[in-house]
């Protein structure tokens, strides 16, 4: 099975971008505790974090053609303002799920409200690194289930 984990933007930063609402965590030491579970399951994982909303969504257009089962995503500033990345998601039809760091409710207002989150399969938020991993295995579980 082939899963896609996407990441918006400044989530390259993790680790030295306020610690206080993402943790100390890198995006790299996230990758690697994914990629150990992906491993342990016979799955293979595929990375792409980008700063820019269009290259966001060619990724999420090209795993139409690439045969994944589904897609981890932290949309970051996106999930609060993007419409094509919703269309994007919608047109591939790829089962979702919508991760956060902080717990986004907890947050401004303006972070209250998701284009996304209306058609994730579910969505993790408030858990720091962990979303990441507990995303993970809601994905797996209710795709294995659908199987
Ligand atoms: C975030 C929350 C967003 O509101 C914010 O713009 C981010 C990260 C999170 O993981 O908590 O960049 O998606």
């Given amino acids: 099975m082939n899963i896609l984990v996407l990441h918006g933007p400044n989530l390259n930063m993790l680790g ?22 992906a491993a342990a399951d016979d799955i293979r994982l595929q990375h792409f974090q980008s700063n820019h909303e269009g290259a966001l969504i060619d990724r999420v257009q090209q795993a139409a053609s690439e045969d994944v089962a589904g897609i981890i995503i932290n949309p970051a500033a ?13 047109a591939v039809a790829i089962p979702f799920v919508e991760v956060h760091l902080s717990n986004i409710h907890k947050r401004e207002a303006f972070r209250h409200r998701s284009m996304l989150a209306d058609q994730a399969m579910g969505v993790i938020a408030g858990f720091g690194e962990h979303s990441y991993y507990l995303a993970y295995q809601g994905l797996i579980a209710n795709l294995r289930q659908d199987a």
């Fill in 16 to 37: 030295q971008r306020e610690p206080g609402h993402y943790g100390v965590a890198t995006l790299k030491s996230i990758t690697a505790r994914l990629e150990a579970m």
């Fill in 78 to 90: 996106y999930t609060h303002t993007s419409i094509a990345l919703r269309d994007a998601l919608l």
